[in-house]
């Protein structure tokens, strides 16, 4: 029997991580404050200083990162000055520097997005949730996520030409190949790497709060029941919530007392009994 227990520290995840065990932890999955935006509700941080900020996180990230494990992160540039700022892509050199492999990267297609149009550019309407590893080989339970196939596949897969029906190389040189005839049958398949989910703007009293279908998303992906799940930066504490939902063990971290105690509140003491 085993028991699923979430923790919550109250303080600056740079020196609270440092309590953490090597190796501990199976998915890191977090949105911490991007640069400079939201100045007024929990400060922000100068592009320029960004990568700066983050890195000795990331250092403690790396370390408390088991080698199977995946972190998950989930940030944004924003415009300066006319012209998109490049602290992410800086951020993800360095991190790549530090031994993190950047292994894959997620978009999240904010799907109920208002329409909007400025002078130079429309609506920005999707976020990066960058995938960082410690080597090649990482848990991924693929299968807890497949998807409904889709109507498209009644039409395309009712007559198949004798090409459908092999193995048919794509004709870039990239070695994937498909074979359509694969699919007939089939009620659900793989996902792809874009997320289309919609905000949500409930009562968390948090204005950048994580749809609770997020971190379940990777929680499935990366994860088991048992399995520990980090989120440095827990905010209004979504991650926590959705992983105790979800039978994974859960710590999180944040600074601002209000958010911290708004999870304590929230958080079921109680602890699922796994048999
Ligand atoms: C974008 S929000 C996270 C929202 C969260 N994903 C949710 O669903 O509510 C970032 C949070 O990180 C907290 N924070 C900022 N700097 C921090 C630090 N150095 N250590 C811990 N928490 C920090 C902020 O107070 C804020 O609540």
């Not at 993190?100 to 149009?117: A, I, Y």
Request: proline share 5%.
């Amino acid at each position: 029997m085993l028991k699923v227990k979430t923790d919550i520290f109250l303080g600056d995840c740079k020196d609270i991580l440092k309590q953490l065990p090597d190796n501990s932890i199976d998915l890191i999955i977090t949105s911490p404050p991007y640069a400079d935006q939201r100045k007024n509700t929990y400060g922000g941080i100068h592009p320029k200083e960004y990568v700066d900020w983050f890195l000795p996180i990331g250092k403690e990230l790396l370390r408390v990162l088991h080698p199977n494990g995946t972190f998950i992160l989930n940030i944004k540039e924003k415009v300066v000055n006319g012209e998109r700022s490049t602290y992410v892509l800086e951020l993800i050199l360095e991190l790549k520097k530090q031994g993190w492999l950047w292994t894959e990267e997620f978009v999240w297609h904010k799907k109920n997005c208002f329409p909007g149009k400025w002078s130079n550019r429309f609506r920005d309407a999707w976020e990066r949730l960058l995938q960082f590893n410690k080597q090649k080989k990482f848990n991924m339970y693929q299968d807890a996520v497949k998807v409904p196939i889709g109507d498209w596949a009644t039409g395309r897969l009712k007559n198949l030409s004798e090409t459908d029906k092999i193995r048919d190389n794509a004709k870039n040189g990239s070695g994937f190949g498909k074979n359509v005839s694969n699919w007939v049958g089939k009620e659900t398949v793989y996902p792809t790497n874009v997320i289309h989910l919609a905000t949500e703007c409930n009562n968390k009293n948090h204005s950048a709060a994580f749809p609770e279908s997020l971190p379940e998303w990777f929680i499935k992906l990366f994860t088991q029941e048992g399995d520990t799940i980090l989120d440095p930066f827990a905010g209004s504490g979504t991650t926590l919530m959705v992983a105790q939902k979800m039978k994974r063990n859960s710590i999180g971290i944040e600074i601002l007392p209000e958010y911290y105690e708004m999870i304590k509140e929230e958080i079921i003491p109680v602890s699922y009994l796994l048999l």
